[in-house]
């Protein structure tokens, strides 16, 4: 955590004070392609619930996690772009971006799936702004403002609504939630660690190779499990999905949209996902999701909001 903070304690401050729709756009790379990375990853990611459902038919958790990284990584590197080399300093952050930000999380998602609703999961990571922001707080060792308190208070209020009756149905369900809360907290770190990283080297090249740290992590555990799982032409094409797409594209825009504007700007797509995976998850699963549940997941996207507009 120590080396995270000497990374970029200054953009990290930047982040948490500076406005992600308030201030110079022009001077902050911020404007229309920088909000279109923000939305793409969230129109991906909010579908990225249901594809893991889907994938859960064919394999259990550890698989899913392995076949997503593997095509991920396969698209990856097909782009020339993503062959570049990054400077030799940066290769044990990048290492460990691939743990924070790839082999950790999406291990976490297919077990909590297990138990709970895509639908839910996705409204879950709606908190991913907050926690990206305390996280930043945390690694320069400065006090947010008043309005950034209040913002995260509304965010936090979001999170315990959305889980609240989750936690009542057994301890499988609470088990759950705490998985998909672990990949917020790890998601958050690894934001900010990337925005540094991706200034420095690039996008593509940096994620290229925190998927093949996370391939070569997660192959022991969901290698056999993918390679030997009940395919079917649904779950195959939803997986094609999410490593294409969910892992490969989408880490890339996130990454790029956090060296142009910051790590809670990056973090803002969030915002979409609650409503594209309550969407799916009620339209295409026919899902029950509890009402404090759906309210929840808007005061989310409220406390996020709020947090995006804090000025300096």
Not at 73 to 102: C, E, K, N, Q, S
Not at 187 to 213: C, D, K, M, S
Request: proline fraction near 5%.
């Amino acid at each position: 955590m120590v080396a995270m903070a000497e990374i970029d304690s200054t953009n990290a401050a930047d982040d948490i004070i500076a406005p992600v729709a308030g201030g110079d756009h022009t001077s902050n790379g911020h404007g229309g392609s920088s909000w279109l990375l923000v939305l793409g990853p969230g129109l991906i990611w909010g579908c990225s619930f249901l594809f893991i459902d889907e994938g859960l038919r064919a394999t259990s958790p550890a698989g899913v996690t392995f076949a997503r990284i593997a095509i991920g990584l396969a698209v990856m590197a097909t782009i020339p772009a993503a062959r570049r080399p990054i400077r030799r300093d940066d290769r044990g952050r990048v290492a460990l971006l691939g743990v924070l930000w790839i082999a950790f999380p999406m291990m976490m998602f297919p077990f909590a799936e297990q138990h709970v609703s895509s639908a839910l999961t996705g409204m879950l990571n709606a908190a991913t702004p907050l926690f990206t922001a305390i996280v930043a707080a945390g690694l320069i060792r400065r006090f947010p403002s008043r309005a950034v308190l209040t913002a995260l208070a509304v965010g936090v209020l979001g999170t315990v609504l959305v889980a609240a009756p989750s936690l009542g149905h057994g301890s499988s369900q609470a088990t759950a939630i705490a998985l998909i809360l672990s990949a917020l907290v790890s998601y958050g770190f690894a934001i900010n660690l990337a925005r540094p990283l991706q200034q420095r080297n690039g996008a593509a090249p940096v994620i290229l190779r925190a998927l093949a740290v996370a391939f070569v992590l997660t192959a022991p555990f969901g290698g056999w499990a993918a390679l030997h799982g009940h395919w079917t032409i649904g779950p195959a094409l939803c997986l094609l999905a999410l490593g294409g797409l969910g892992t490969g594209v989408a880490n890339v825009m996130v990454a790029t949209a956090a060296g142009r504007g910051g790590a809670t700007h990056a973090s803002a797509m969030a915002f979409l996902m609650p409503t594209v995976s309550l969407l799916l998850g009620l339209v295409v699963r026919h899902q029950d999701v509890a009402a404090v549940s759906i309210v929840g997941g808007g005061v989310c996207v409220v406390g996020a909001y709020l947090l995006s507009r804090v000025k300096h």
